[in-house]
Every structure is written in structure tokens, then in C-alpha cells.
């Protein structure tokens, strides 16, 4: 277990009216009261919050003024001692602060490792873990009130209560092994084995049915915006980008040549990609053709195909008719503010069963029923997030994809009528695979591996 002292700036870097460095460890109370002049923290009741000044020992000047909270192991989220020190001067004082602390000891801490140490500690389990870092990257509502969730530990109760099952299952199983007294004993056993393997893989497939709405709560719907030149695609990225909140654009750590916008239409995030991009799509069709087109746009999740209601048809717009064609697409007439040159009925044929929308975005109309298409593309109107347990963790998905395979082996085997220890090695895997969504099987080297992806100070 680890047993020094760490530190780190918790709060995101950049100007703020405070600031907090927090430190956890045996060595907390000890290291910022030598530095602390105001009340003495070793005699301060837990959980409380005290003012003073932080000393600078070299030079014996204030380096800021401060509210530290002392918060006494175990109650706390590392369940070691910790100590927040709210500064207020800026982030050459919270630099400052937070240099002091390690000349007198405290070591800086990695990412994610105050959430590991919570981990380790047993305080919570590796999916809530992961919660804890997704929910600090949350673009939207919903996604955050999703992390909250399993950071509530919905999905680790779920999972305990599978495994529960298949350990209760495999041990029945076992009895009845060891005491065959019994003919039909077998008999029965296969029959438990089955009834309970078939109710544990449809929970499976529950869970992952609803996966992809998670992965995309996650990570926002690839949006595309093509069209022809001038027929208003730039218009309707600023108005989407306008009329709803624009969510975190910058994620810090990652240098990204494209630009990306999130915004949060009616509880599902998009992201649009690469305003850049939405003049190159102008062209793309001539210069790559339909085929490679298609390709590349198949990798958005949404596709916005404007047309312009003041021209007619031309070449162009048939040729990305065809590159969309059986890809999730809204056809998007604008301009409807001047005369109508398009041939409307020819639109509706090509576009089949697609939504049509017609829009004037400079009198910003139709805005809303655009929105309310984009939002039944893809959950049949608002996401409800209310009872659902939703797995959105690119690692969990593929545990639960290995589980659900390991239970299918058994289940198999069961209809082959293999013996039921061999069946049972199956059901182990699979309970094992379950485990190590929430870190009770997981290896150490995964575990380093999973906390240095959060943020510092995390
Ligand atoms: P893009 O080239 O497809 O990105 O098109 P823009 O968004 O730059 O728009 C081209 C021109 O059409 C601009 O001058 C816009 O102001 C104008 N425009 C966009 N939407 C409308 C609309 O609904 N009605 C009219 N009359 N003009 C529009």
C-alpha cells in the first residue's frame, strides 16, 4: 500500500477566483501545518475548514491566503488524511503553494493517483473509478448523470449481483457432485444450470444493447455537414452552435489538428466535425468519387445534406444523394425565405424514407423541427437515461463481449450434455470476465495503466 504523502493541483489550469492543491497521505496534517499560520491543524476538529496564510520558507513572506479544509482518514475519498488548500491569489500562488509542499516532502502526485489510491484502498471499485474520470470529461447532461450513476455504483451492483448468481449456481452444482446419492441428480443439476445461464446472458445482452447509446452519450454523434458551396452549411453550423450550449470544445491533453464542436440538441450531443472539413465535403465527391466518399462518410454517425430551396437541382446534389444512400442522413432544404427553384417532389424521391426539413436559416426558421429530427434519429425523441444502467466504457463492452462468449460456451456444453465440471469452467471464465469490470480480477498492470489516464490531480 502506499504510504507517502501526494500532492497536486486539483483544479483545471488557468485563471480562476480559486484555486485548490490537495494533498493526501500519513504526512498531510503534518506538512501543511509547518507551513500554516492560523490555527493549529492537529488540534482542528475533521472535516472542517480553517483560514490562514501559507509561509514561504525561504522567504519568509505570505505566499497566499488560504481556507484549508482538514478532512481525517478514514472518512475521506482516499481514506487517508487529506488537506485542501483553497488559494486565492492566482496561478503563480497556487504554483508557489504547491512548490513548497514538495520542498517539504509531499510528492507529486501522477494522474489519476488520489482516485487509485481510493481503489486501493477499497473506498470504491474500478468502475466506479472509471466513473470518477468520466465524469470529468462529461461533454453533456446526460453523459454526466450517466458517469454520476455508475459512480453511484450501479453498474458494480448489477455486475455483483451476475456473478453472485453464477457463483450460487456453480456451488449448487458442486453439491450435487459430491453427493450423488441420487440418480436424477444430474439430471437436475443441468437444469439449473441451464435456467440460470440463459437468465444471466439475456442481462448481458441487455446491457450491451444499450452500449452503443452509452458509447455515444460518451463520446457525441459524428456529425457531418455536407452540401454544395454556399447553400448554407456554415450558416447552420453557427445557428446549431448558437441556439445550444456549446459544451467543453477543448479537451485538455489532446492536441488536435481539427476543430470540433459539441452542442447538446435536446439531450443528444453532437459533435460536429471539422469545420474545416464541411468546405473540403463540398468537393469530395469530385475529387474521390461516390465510392470513396461513401467510405468516408460512413464514419460519421449523422450526416446534414443541405440543398438550397432558391436553385434547382443540379448534378452535384444527385451525386451526394448517391454517396448517403442507406447512411443516417437529414436532408435539409434552406433558403426558404426566397423563390423555390428546387423541384421539391424529385427531393422526396430520392430521399425516400429520410426526413426532409426545409429551413430558412436567415429568418431561422424550421430550426426546431430540425432538431427534433436530429433527436428521433437516434432515440426516438429524448434519451431517458431515468432507469436504465447504461455501459458506455469501451472496456467494459468488451468484458462483457468476452462473458457473454464464455456463457455461450456453457451454454453449449450444457445442450451437449458435457459434464457439468467441464461446463463449469465456462461459467468460472465468465464470472471472471464479470469481475474484471469492476477490478476484483483485474491485474495489477492494467490497473496502473487505467488510472494514468486521468488527469492530474484527479
Ligand atoms: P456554405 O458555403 O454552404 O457554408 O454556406 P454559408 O453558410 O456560408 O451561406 C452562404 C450564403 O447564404 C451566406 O451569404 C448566407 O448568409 C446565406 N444564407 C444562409 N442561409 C440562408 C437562408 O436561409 N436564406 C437566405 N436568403 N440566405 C441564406
Redesign the pocket.
Given at each position: 500500500m502506499a504510504t507517502d504523502t501526494i500532492t497536486a493541483i486539483s483544479t483545471p489550469i488557468g485563471e480562476g477566483a480559486i484555486a485548490i492543491v490537495r494533498l493526501s497521505g500519513p504526512e498531510a496534517i503534518t506538512i501543511t501545518n509547518e507551513l500554516f499560520s492560523g490555527k493549529d491543524l492537529h488540534e482542528v476538529a475533521s472535516h472542517t475548514i480553517n483560514y490562514g496564510k501559507i509561509m514561504d520558507p525561504d522567504t519568509e513572506d505570505i505566499a497566499d491566503e488560504v481556507m484549508v479544509s482538514v478532512m481525517r482518514a478514514p472518512r475521506t475519498f482516499t481514506r487517508e488524511d487529506i488537506i485542501e488548500i483553497n488559494c486565492h491569489g492566482g496561478m503563480v500562488a497556487v504554483n508557489r503553494v504547491l512548490e513548497i509542499l514538495l520542498s517539504k516532502g509531499a510528492r507529486l502526485a501522477e494522474p489519476g493517483e488520489f482516485t487509485k489510491r481510493a481503489f486501493l484502498n477499497g473506498r470504491i471499485d474500478l468502475s466506479q473509478a472509471e466513473a470518477v474520470m468520466d465524469l470529468i470529461r462529461a461533454k453533456t447532461d446526460k453523459a454526466m448523470s450517466v458517469a454520476l450513476k455508475q459512480m453511484d455504483g450501479r453498474l458494480s451492483k448489477l455486475i455483483a449481483k451476475l456473478r453472485q448468481e453464477l457463483l450460487e449456481t456453480v456451488a449448487h452444482v458442486e453439491v450435487n457432485i459430491d453427493y450423488p446419492e441420487y440418480d436424477d441428480v444430474e439430471e437436475m443439476s443441468h437444469e439449473v444450470m441451464r435456467t440460470k445461464t440463459k437468465e444471466v446472458h439475456q442481462e448481458i445482452e441487455e446491457l450491451l444493447s444499450v452500449a452503443k447509446q452509452g458509447k455515444i452519450l460518451r463520446e457525441g454523434i459524428a456529425t457531418a455537414i455536407i452540401?454544395r458551396?454556399?447553400?448554407?452549411?456554415?450558416?447552420l453550423m453557427n445557428t446549431l452552435v448558437q441556439e445550444n450550449k456549446a459544451i467543453v470544445t477543448d479537451i485538455p491533453g489532446t492536441t488536435r489538428d481539427i476543430i470540433e464542436e459539441y452542442v447538446n440538441v435536446r439531450g443528444v450531443p453532437l459533435r460536429l466535425v471539422d469545420t474545416a472539413g464541411i468546405r473540403e465535403t463540398e468537393d469530395i465527391v469530385e475529387k474521390i468519387g461516390v465510392e470513396r466518399s461513401r467510405q468516408v462518410l460512413r464514419e460519421s454517425n449523422l450526416i446534414l445534406f443541405?440543398l438550397n430551396h432558391n436553385e434547382a437541382l443540379t448534378k452535384e446534389d444527385e451525386k451526394l444523394f448517391e454517396a448517403v444512400k442507406g447512411l443516417d442522413y437529414i436532408v435539409i432544404v434552406?433558403?426558404t425565405?426566397?423563390e423555390a427553384k428546387i423541384d421539391l417532389e424529385y427531393v422526396k424521391e430520392l430521399a425516400g424514407d429520410r426526413p426532409i426539413i426545409t429551413?430558412?436559416?436567415?429568418?431561422e426558421e424550421g430550426v426546431d423541427e430540425l432538431e427534433k429530427a436530429i433527436a428521433a434519429t437516434f432515440f426516438d425523441g429524448e434519451i431517458d437515461t431515468g432507469d436504465m444502467t447504461y455501459v458506455s466504457n469501451i472496456r467494459h463492452i468488451q468484458l462483457l463481449k468476452q462473458a457473454k462468449q464464455a456463457l455461450e460456451d456453457a451454454m453449449e456444453g450444457i445442450e451437449l450434455g458435457m459434464p457439468l465440471d467441464i461446463v463449469q469452467i465456462d461459467v468460472t471464465r465468465t464470472w471472471e470476465f464479470l469481475g474484471e469490470i469492476i477490478g476484483d480480477t483485474a491485474s495489477d498492470s492494467l490497473i496502473d495503466q487505467l488510472f494514468s489516464q486521468f488527469c492530474l490531480g484527479k
Open positions: 452540401g458551396p454556399n447553400v448554407g452549411k456554415s450558416s443541405v434552406n433558403k425565405d426566397l429551413t430558412s436559416l436567415i429568418e
